[in-house]
Nanobody
Framework: QVQLVESGGGLVQPGGSLRLSCTAS????????MGWYRQAPGKQRELVGI???????NYADSVKNRFTVSRDNAKNTVYLQMNSLNPEDTAVYYC??????????????WGQGTQVTVSS
């Protein structure tokens, strides 16, 4: 089993920055990717940014050049640095880990979510 613990959310003014962290524990071998998703009230959950095992990244168009996903393998932690935040970034942010077991399909695990509110 895999456990994901997120931290770093909160209230920030427009134009400000926040850094989210997500630390994984448990059966965390054979990770294929870790990423961040968000869900605003009344909207579907959407990809924000993802980092693959080889180090490549992918971002939603709405956050390119503002958000950066990175990881610290020694700490089993993935980060989301968010700059130039605007009210449209307000959402619950979720961490997701994907791993490929020796047998069977890819397995996905989610964190509990952390609230990010951008408001003056």
């Amino acid at each position: 089993q895999v456990q994901l613990v997120e931290s770093g959310g909160g209230l920030v003014q427009p134009g400000g920055s926040l850094r989210l962290s997500c630390t994984a524990s448990g059966s965390i071998s054979r990770i294929s990717a870790m990423g961040w998703y968000r869900q605003a009230p009344g909207k579907q959950r959407e990809l924000v940014g993802i980092i693959f095992s080889g180090g490549s990244t992918n971002y939603a168009d709405s956050v390119k050049n503002r958000f950066t996903v990175s990881r610290d393998n020694a700490k089993n932690t993935v980060y989301l640095q968010m700059n130039s935040l605007n009210p449209e970034d307000t959402a619950v942010y979720y961490c997701k880990l994907s791993r490929v077991p020796v047998l069977g399909p890819i397995r996905e695990y989610w964190g509990q979510g952390t609230q990010v509110t951008v408001s003056s």
